[in-house]
């Protein structure tokens, strides 16, 4: 995805970002930690509204996100602290950067939009692109490694529990025939397999048929 695709993307406001500065309180000079900082609009609308001398820790495991944020937050300068990695490291992260308490903690979970629509990270089954789907893409087991080599009954489970496909083991099943022929390796061909193991009219539904199997 090009940079003006993921600024495009990365500029939306926050649904509850006014009611987020009012509950952290920033009347006067607080370290803030924002443990998925992602793209930044959180952080910078905390910066703006903060009292002088707020400081921000923001943490996250996209590096892309984190260099897009760094630019967006390089105005504040040394009222920032940027940090790749997961956010069930904060302590080591945290006692790395000699912070020994904070006095507000940011979580906004789940997959964003940038994420989302970049073919490259294969998330969505909307776009062609390899089955990815790490948030931290400089390691870690891939979606496409791990549908290539679990055990059937575990992918299944995972589908089912995870995804809440009532199809979890046909849809298994058919991709352990499917990847003895050839690996499975974009969200596309994903996509086939599981097209091809559920009913017509499966397919045909109010909710995209991949999109439970995509969920877990």
């Known amino acids: 995805m090009g940079e003006i695709g993921i600024a ?28 998925t900082v992602g793209y930044g609009r959180h952080a910078e609308m905390v910066l703006e509204a903060s009292a002088p001398g707020t400081k921000l820790i923001g943490v996250d495991r996209d590096a892309q996100a984190l260099e897009f944020c760094r630019q967006r937050l390089v105005r504040f300068g040394r009222q920032v602290m940027l940090l790749h990695g997961n956010h069930r490291d904060l302590k080591r992260h945290l006692a790395a950067a000699g912070i020994s308490q904070v006095d507000g903690v940011i979580f906004d979970l789940g997959v964003s939009s940038p994420q989302l629509e970049d073919p490259a990270r294969g ?35 995972i589908i089912f529990h995870y995804g809440e496909e ?39 539904g109010r909710i995209h048929y991949a999109t439970r199997t995509f969920q877990a």
Not at 14 to 31: C, F, N, Y
Not at 126 to 152: I, K
């Open 8 to 35: 495009d993307r990365a500029s939306h406001i926050p649904v509850l970002g006014k009611e987020l500065v009012l509950w952290l309180g920033l009347h006067r000079p607080m370290t803030i930690l924002d443990c």
């Open 123 to 157: 998330f969505s089954f909307q776009h062609e692109g390899p089955l990815d789907m790490r948030m931290d893409q400089s390691g870690g087991v891939t979606a496409a490694e791990l549908v290539n080599t679990l055990p059937e009954g575990e992918l299944a489970d």
């Open 166 to 204: 009532r199809y979890a083991r046909r849809i298994a099943r058919a991709i352990v025939r499917e990847r003895a022929r050839q690996p499975i390796e974009t969200t596309g061909a994903l996509v086939a397999v599981i097209a091809a193991s559920v009913p017509a009219v499966y397919r045909h």
